[in-house]
């Protein structure tokens, strides 16, 4: 069964940095491209960064652009989202998903990152 697993969060001082990691499993499975979303408190899921797993090109929401980085090892697990310059809107469980080649998107349970003021 495809499962995606987040880890990496914690407590982070606003202007810190942090990394979180994603795996998708089973390895075999056949990905078209991983993506984090976040959902702050009270607020609904909004989209963070994807990268595609060929191509490797990335996109990423205009509030996090030049500060957060999305990457994965060549054509293996896991993906990586490094954060920079968080702030405490930045407060949120990060989510990652996979989205297969043919089948649906894959989401994991989340991460909590929490941004100190």
């Known amino acids: 069964q495809e499962q995606v697993v987040e880890s990496g969060g914690g407590l982070v001082e606003a202007g810190g940095s942090l990394r979180l990691s994603c795996v998708a499993s089973?390895?075999?499975?056949?990905?078209?491209?991983m993506a984090w979303s976040r959902q702050a408190p009270g607020k609904e899921r909004g989209f963070v960064a994807r990268?595609?797993?060929?191509?490797?090109?990335?996109n990423y929401a205009d509030d996090v652009k030049g500060r957060f980085t999305i990457s994965k090892n060549n054509a293996k697990n896991p993906v990586f989202l490094d954060m920079k310059s968080q702030t405490p809107p930045g407060t949120a469980v990060y989510y990652c998903?996979?989205?297969?080649?043919?089948?649906?998107?894959?989401w994991g349970e989340g991460t909590q990152v929490t941004v100190s003021s």
């Open positions: 998903s996979a989205r297969p080649v043919f089948g649906r998107e894959v």
């Open positions: 089973p390895r075999s499975l056949s990905i078209a491209d």
């Open positions: 990268i595609n797993w060929i191509s490797g090109s990335t």
